[in-house]
């Protein structure tokens, strides 16, 4: 199965190298860098490291996420991929193995701090709001938003994502559950970022996430209205 890594980036020159450099070239036909307005050397050490570089002026996380899949080359999983290298690129197997092996259709990796501050206190709340408020009124067993995911590219298309900005992942992951989608949950090891968060590394950034995935949570939460619980494995 052929694999294409989206990672959308925004001032991310100290770490995009790392990203691309420890992400398993056996594994992938293609990285795709969407550039969401950088003002540093980030796209330049992109290209100088082998990936793709594609620029979506319109700003938010969403917008940068659906210009990727716009760009790929008609794989069969896609892998979105953070350019800030707090997750492990290197574990990106973990993602994809049980898709091509048929146990999955989508697989979201649960981020498991392997050091102290990896995982901000605003993030952690959020996290666990998010995912608290999906199990008590949508029926939802996820654990987890983390934005390091594989997902097969016929599966993708068929979700008809919007979401331009914070509510990307979270839309994802309703829907998918709407769908039926055969979701799996997998423990990756998640570290300090480099760099600051745009979001989770300021008040009006976090503030502003929250804000967006409440909303998110609830404009799709008619779609579970009277039935069942999904399963996520």
């Excluded at 980036?9 to 950088?38: F, M, Y």
């Excluded at 896609?78 to 997750?87: R, T």
């Excluded at 994802?172 to 590394?201: F, W």
Aim: glycine share 10%; charged share 25%; proline share 5%.
């Amino acid at each position: 199965m052929n694999v294409s890594v989206i990672i959308p980036v925004l001032n991310e020159e100290g770490a995009i190298a790392n990203v691309i450099n420890d992400i398993p070239k056996s594994l992938v036909q293609e990285i795709v860098v969407v550039d969401n307005g950088c003002t540093d050397r980030t796209v330049e050490i992109a290209l100088a490291h082998g990936a793709k570089v594609i620029t979506e002026p319109r700003r938010g996380y969403g917008s940068a996420c659906l210009a990727g899949i716009a760009a790929v080359d008609a794989p069969d999983i896609v892998v979105f991929l953070d350019g800030d290298y707090s997750d492990d690129p290197t574990e990106m197997p973990l993602l994809v193995q049980p898709i091509r092996e048929g146990l999955s259709e989508f697989v979201i990796g649960t981020r498991i701090p392997s050091e102290k501050g990896a995982l901000l206190p605003q993030a952690q709340f959020g996290n666990r709001l998010a995912t608290y408020l999906m199990r008590i009124f949508f029926r939802v067993q996820y654990t987890d938003l983390g934005p390091f995911r594989a997902i097969r590219y016929q599966q993708l298309q068929a979700l008809g994502m919007e979401d331009k900005d914070y509510g990307w992942t979270i839309e994802m992951q309703l829907k998918a559950a709407k769908m039926g989608m055969n979701v799996r949950e997998v423990p990756v090891s998640y570290r300090k970022r480099i760099g600051t968060s745009k979001i989770s590394g300021t008040f009006v950034g976090s503030v502003r996430a929250g804000v967006k995935i409440l909303a998110t949570l609830f404009r799709y939460g008619f779609l579970f209205r009277d039935e069942r619980s999904p399963k996520i494995g």
